[in-house]
């Protein structure tokens, strides 16, 4: 809860977000996602993220938990995928500023989707559809995502639903 109501600035700095990706899938395979296919489409030639390590490893692993949890029991399968997006620009509120978010993310399962009457609430703190949730997950990864000055988008059907983060990449200048 204290991660909610932090106002402090995080502290940013580049991140390969496929050594991200890597330990993350990592962790998943040798604890709860032990019988899922994991399938990586990666772009090689992405830039580094401005970012938290820890943060971000915090919220993929969640997203990666969720979509282990939500994947098909008989073939359960999970994408992670990264790409560079060109065009993907975020308004900085209070201001004309835009912010590039070239650098994306994505972590896609094979499950029954999500019903249409969660998906306006499904990043709000207490919104689960899990018997024993806590509904703090995905509320949880939207903050650390707005921290990092990215976003967070959901595209769901049956047998697909992928959860895309927009995230700025680190400075070439340092």
């Known amino acids: 809860m204290e991660m909610f109501s932090s106002q402090q600035p995080i502290?940013?700095?580049p991140v390969n977000i496929h050594e991200v990706l890597g330990h993350v899938r990592r962790l998943a395979e040798n604890g709860f996602a032990k019988n899922v296919r994991f399938v990586e489409n990666y772009d090689p030639s992405l830039p580094e993220v401005l970012g938290n390590r820890d943060l971000l490893?915090?919220?993929?692993l969640n997203l990666v938990k969720n979509a282990a949890e939500a994947a098909d029991g008989r073939a359960p399968e999970?994408?992670?995928r990264t790409g560079y997006q060109q065009g993907v620009r975020l308004a900085v509120p209070g201001g004309g500023a835009r912010v590039d978010l070239p650098l994306m993310v994505g972590i896609q399962d094979n499950g029954p989707?999500?019903?249409?009457?969660?998906?306006s609430s499904l990043f709000d703190p207490f919104v689960t559809s899990k018997p024993d949730g806590k509904g703090l997950g995905l509320a949880l990864?939207?903050?650390i995502v707005d921290d990092h000055g990215g976003m967070i988008e959901v595209d769901s059907e049956p047998r697909r639903t992928l959860f895309r983060l927009?995230?700025?990449?680190?400075?070439?200048?340092g």
């Open 141 to 143: 990864v939207a903050k």
């Open 11 to 13: 502290e940013r700095k």
């Open 78 to 80: 999970v994408q992670l």
């Open 113 to 119: 989707g999500i019903s249409e009457e969660m998906k």
């Open 57 to 60: 490893i915090q919220a993929l």
């Open 166 to 173: 927009m995230l700025p990449m680190a400075d070439e200048r």
